[in-house]
């Protein structure tokens, strides 16, 4: 197992890769993992590099302590009033928020527990959201005056449209039940199953080709834009280029020959 690499011990995102999955950890549980500025340029590093590193296959984004994010650290963001360019969260958010979402490779988000806006801007950027079923969240936005404006370009996404009204407007906490029920999770589990649930859907991850994944990701959101008729046309001929494709013909033989791919990682000696 690989661990952080050389970067200093005061960076406030650590990360780790092992067996093709790399974790990246929000760690200032001081602040309740808040998104300073220093936290979102660490975040900003590690997720660069997770999208470089060639052995990096899956990408787990967690933190520690009893709080996943508190959102931007309101310490940061008293300013002149109306000098919007000096908001120190907007520095580079939306673009961890881009990288989160349009990222080639898949992105699991474990929660460690509890959640509050910004910080569920980054778990609606995820693909997949796990979270206890003891943690709880609110778009505290509103009551404090102020927007829930960059994150609603994910969280929109993701939400059903009365629950986004209802939780964005009003600010309310609800609980991980409702939230995998509005769609913000994909699942809500006891915590002592969190681990074995994240390890679950890496490992089904890992299985699929890297190329193939990359692709799906974008027809799972694109697709249901397109109209019925050009829908068929673009996924006609994608299908028949993935089917002749080095990636699928490799998968197809794996198959046959009842073998693993070649794309999945083999087990790491202990």
Same mark, same amino acid.
């Given at each position: 197992?690989?661990?952080?690499?050389?970067?200093?011990?005061?960076?406030?995102?650590?990360?780790?890769?092992?067996?093709?999955?790399?974790?990246?950890?929000?760690?200032?549980?001081?602040?309740?993992?808040?998104?300073?500025?220093?936290?979102?340029?660490?975040?900003?590093?590690?997720?660069?590099?997770?999208?470089?590193?060639?052995?990096?296959?899956?990408?787990?984004?967690t933190?520690?302590g009893?709080?996943?994010?508190?959102?931007?650290?309101?310490? +940061?963001q008293?300013?002149?009033?109306?000098?919007?360019?000096?908001?120190?969260?907007?520095?580079?958010?939306?673009?961890?928020?881009?990288?989160?979402?349009?990222?080639?490779?898949?992105?699991?988000?474990?929660?460690?527990?509890?959640?509050?806006?910004?910080?569920?801007?980054?778990?609606?950027?995820?693909?997949?959201?796990?979270?206890?079923?003891?943690?709880?969240?609110?778009?505290?936005?509103?009551?404090?005056?102020?927007?829930?404006?960059?994150?609603?370009?994910?969280?929109?996404?993701?939400?059903?449209?009365?629950?986004?009204?209802?939780?964005?407007?009003?600010?309310?906490?609800?609980?991980?039940?409702?939230?995998? +029920?509005?769609?913000?999770?994909?699942?809500?589990?006891?915590?002592? +199953?969190?681990?074995?649930?994240?390890?679950?859907?890496?490992?089904?991850?890992?299985?699929g080709?890297?190329?193939?994944?990359?692709?799906?990701? $974008?027809?799972?959101?694109?697709?249901?834009e397109?109209?019925?008729?050009?829908?068929?046309?673009?996924?006609?001929?994608?299908?028949?280029?993935?089917?002749?494709?080095a990636?699928? $013909?490799e998968?197809?033989?794996?198959?046959?020959?009842?073998?693993?791919?070649?794309?999945?990682?083999?087990?790491?000696?202990s």
């Amino acid at each position: 197992m690989k661990s952080d690499g050389g970067w200093p011990v005061e960076r406030l995102v650590r990360r780790e890769v092992s067996g093709g999955v790399a974790t990246i950890t929000l760690d200032s549980p001081r602040n309740r993992n808040a998104l300073s500025v220093r936290l979102l340029g660490d975040l900003e590093d590690r997720l660069n590099w997770a999208l470089a590193e060639e052995s990096v296959r899956v990408i787990v984004l967690t933190g520690t302590g009893p709080v996943f994010c508190a959102g931007a650290d309101l310490k +940061e963001q008293r300013v002149a009033p109306g000098d919007a360019h000096e908001a120190p969260v907007t520095a580079s958010f939306p673009e961890i928020m881009s990288l989160i979402w349009e990222s080639p490779k898949p992105v699991v988000c474990r929660l460690n527990g509890t959640a509050r806006a910004g910080g569920l801007g980054l778990v609606a950027a995820c693909d997949f959201a796990i979270a206890p079923d003891s943690a709880s969240f609110a778009f505290s936005e509103v009551r404090l005056g102020v927007v829930p404006a960059m994150i609603s370009v994910t969280v929109l996404r993701r939400l059903d449209p009365r629950a986004a009204a209802e939780y964005l407007l009003t600010g309310e906490t609800f609980d991980a039940a409702r939230a995998q +029920e509005i769609g913000l999770l994909t699942r809500a589990v006891p915590e002592e +199953e969190l681990d074995a649930t994240v390890a679950h859907y890496t490992g089904m991850l890992l299985r699929g080709g890297p190329e193939a994944l990359a692709l799906t990701k $974008q027809l799972v959101r694109t697709v249901p834009e397109l109209s019925v008729e050009e829908g068929m046309r673009q996924m006609a001929e994608l299908s028949a280029r993935r089917f002749t494709s080095a990636e699928g $013909q490799e998968g197809i033989a794996a198959f046959m020959e009842k073998r693993p791919a070649s794309w999945i990682p083999a087990p790491e000696a202990s």
